[in-house]
Each structure stands twice: as structure tokens, then as C-alpha cells.
DNA sequence: GTCTATACGCCGATAGAC
DNA sequence: GTCTATCGGCGTATAGAC
């Protein structure tokens, strides 16, 4: 599903598949299921409408389920609802870049490849960078950080520092060369995402890479 | 007062001197003022704590006002209220850059005087620019247009244009040089006023006035 | 014209029946 | 375990008294 781009979700039935408890499986995948429509139905309708304009009868219309019982019985509150979806995302955010630090050298190279990311989930995911990049999750989730202060991004800052370190970016406050570039990669997102640019997104990718890393590079 | 930085408070008291409703003036300059008293806590508190975890009770409380009657008696909705903030800082904002459009013969001097008015917004009246750059007033009023789509940005768009057609501005398209332009200026911005860069505006002004620049001067 | 009291609707949450 | 019925509270809006 598209809000768990990490597959949590195979995770969690894996594990229980090897608590060998064979004929609950079919039950628990259900209801496995049933979490996850919940939360898809309900990233879409927070992205689309607002957390304060969705009620859990729209989530439960959305999500396909016969009352709101059930989602109670599920989440114990609407803002849990939030919550979790909340921490799927910046799990699998910060776990991303995780990989990507392992797979890619350079800081150059590393950039790049969160850049990549995130214009591919701009395509393929929008809700969940529309809850990323524009949702204002402190309204509803008091305890949630901003996307700036959150494991990614610390991990993001950490990679301008090193680049910082090696010669690859400019000497400069890794605080404002995050802010550059990811200025131009965000904003060209979130126009996107709100139909001000219109084609897809990989036509801008480019340009837009090309426009943040020369804002911070070292010539 | 903070949020109407073009004096249209001024300009409506003034407009009703010329009436030579002389008798009735100090009232109306109360009812005046109780008017901008409840916007300018309305906008505190949409700024600080979002429009839907508002309600009339704490804008009362933040305007001094004793009941909500009277609210109600100035605005008819809590909706009006938003709508009535939105119009004056965008119309606010629109005649500024005509204003710099008529001060400023280049295009890189008028995208110069922009930034410098963002800036110096951002310290100065931080809850206008956290209504500009951060609410998403679509969700609590339907009928509003996205920054991207205001009359200002369409005027600020022109003059990416104009500066693309006289050479200053590198060739592309004007959206795109204002999605990278406004990007690292905006988001510079954004991250001051969530306080994840803690010095002063002006302290990133220039940096970021060249990065933004340099992102769509031509060469 | 200011304020009090209240109406009304919506929604989140619960508890109990099937 | 699924659902129905309902509770309780909040917040907007109104209407009527002073």
C-alpha cells in the first residue's frame, strides 16, 4: 500500500506466520487488512481534506467498513488514527535514507538518491508527501515534530555535514544549505502536488536537482 | 497594526471622516478598533494554534471583548472572520508589489524588493507571514485560492517573465523559475518561523537572496 | 447596543444487544 | 466479534432580556 513504502506491513505478517498459530492466520490478516484500509482511507482524506474535516464516518465510508465501531476497536481514537500514520511514514522515511546512506558514497550521490525518492513518491504515493510536505500534523498530533526536526532529516543534515567535511559542498551552515536545497526540491514538490505544475513530476526532477545541489556545491 | 501593513484601517477611517458624520466618529473608531482587535487575535490564534483548534471563546478572550455576541454582531461567521484576513493581507500583499513594480526598472530589483519585504515581514508581523507561508486556508475556507494562485504571485510571475524577455533571467519557464526562486526564499522563511533557524531574518536574508538569484540569473 | 441564556447540530466515544 | 443505539460535550449561532 502506499503509505508504507517499506512493506511494515509483510513484516508484521511474517512475524506472526512464524508463531506457527496456523489457523488464525486467515482472521488476523483480515483484520491486518481491515488496520490498513483505515489507515489508507484515512491518509487520503486528511491529505485531501483535512484532519478536522474528515469524521470517522467519511473514514469509514472511505475505508469500506459497516460502522465506526470497528475503528474504535481498531484505534482507540480518531488522533491515534493520525498517529500512527504518522510514525509508518517517518519510519519508513528515515529508514530510506538508512539505505540510501549504505548504498550511495558520496554526499553528492546520497542527495541524489533522496531526491529521486521523494519525486518518485510524489508520484506514486502524493498522499503521502502531501502529508510530508503540507500537512500540519502539530495541529492534531501535539507530541509530532515537524518534518525539520525529525530522524530523517537529522540524518539528511548529517549527510550535508560530511559533504561539508570532504570538499563537496560549500562551506556554509549545514541549517541553511538544508534549507536551500531541500527549498527548491520541496516547493517544486508541494506545486506540484498542488496542481500549480502540471506535468508529472519526473519532468521537473532534473532541473530541480540541478538547481539545489548548484546551490550548495562547492566550485 | 500587524496584520494590514498598507494602513486599510486608515484608509476606512479616513473614508468615513470625509462623511462629516462628526457625532458618530468616536464610535465608529471603537467599532473600528473592536473590528481589528478581533482579527488581530483571530490571527494570533489561527497562526499559533490553527483555525479549527480555535474557537470564538478564545478569540474573545484574546481581543478583550466580553461575549461573543459581539463577534457576531461585526462578523457573521467564524468563517467571515478567516475570509476578512485572508482578503486584507492578500490584497495587502498585491499592492506592494505594485508598489515595487512602479519603485524598481529591473526585474532583479523587484525581485530583490520582494525578498526584502518577506523578510522583513517574517520579523515583523511573523503570524502574516505564517498565514501566507504555512496555513492551508483552503481547509477552513473553501472559496480561497492557494498562495500560488493569488494575484500577487500572478504579478510576481510577470515579473519573471519580463526578466526572462529582457536576458536578465535565464530561459525557462517562468513557473519553474519561480518554484526554485520562492523555494529556497520561502522555505528559509518557513524554517525561521518554525524556529528550526534561530537567528534573526535578516541574518539569512542575504544568503539567501544570492542562492535564489543565482538559481535563475542568467550567466 | 451589550450581554445572558439557550438552542441546535455534529462528532467522538461508549456500552450493551445480538 | 459485529453492530445499533445512545450518551455527552463542545462550539457555533441565535434570540431575547436589560
Known amino acids: 500500500m502506499g503509505l508504507d513504502y517499506h512493506s511494515h506491513t509483510n513484516t508484521a505478517i511474517d512475524t506472526l506466520l512464524k508463531k506457527n498459530m496456523d489457523q488464525e492466520i486467515e482472521d488476523i490478516q483480515q483484520k491486518l487488512e481491515v488496520h490498513d484500509e483505515i489507515l489508507l482511507a484515512a491518509l487520503q482524506l486528511f491529505a485531501k481534506n483535512g484532519y478536522f474535516n474528515t469524521s470517522l464516518i467519511d473514514i469509514k465510508d472511505a475505508a469500506g467498513i459497516n460502522t465506526i465501531g470497528i475503528i474504535h476497536k ?6 491515534a488514527i493520525a498517529a500512527k500514520l504518522y510514525e509508518n511514514i517517518h519510519n519508513s522515511l528515515s529508514h ?38 503540507i500537512t500540519k500534523v502539530s495541529e492534531f498530533i501535539p507530541e509530532a515534530q515537524a518534518l525539520c526536526d525529525s530522524a530523517a ?45 502540471d506535468k508529472k513530476a519526473e519532468f521537473y526532477q532534473a532541473q530541480a536537482w540541478l538547481a539545489a545541489w548548484n546551490a550548495i556545491v562547492k566550485k
Not at 481498531?74 to 488522533?79: C, H, I, R
Not at 541524489?112 to 510536505?133: G, Y
Not at 570532504?166 to 517544486?188: K, P
Open 153 to 197: 532529516v537529522k540524518k539528511i543534515i548529517r549527510i550535508i555535514d560530511e559533504g561539508i567535511s570532504t570538499g563537496e559542498i560549500r562551506s556554509m551552515s549545514s541549517q541553511l544549505a538544508y534549507a536551500h536545497f531541500f527549498g527548491i526540491i520541496e516547493n517544486t514538490l508541494r506545486l506540484k502536488l498542488t496542481g500549480f505544475l
Open 96 to 133: 530510506s535514507v538508512d539505505e540510501i546512506k549504505l548504498k550511495n558514497e558520496n554526499s553528492s550521490e546520497q542527495l541524489r538518491a533522496i531526491v529521486d525518492l521523494f519525486f518518485k513518491l510524489t508520484e506514486d504515493a502524493p498522499d503521502v508527501m502531501r502529508f510530508l510536505l
Open 74 to 79: 481498531q484505534f482507540k481514537t480518531k488522533q
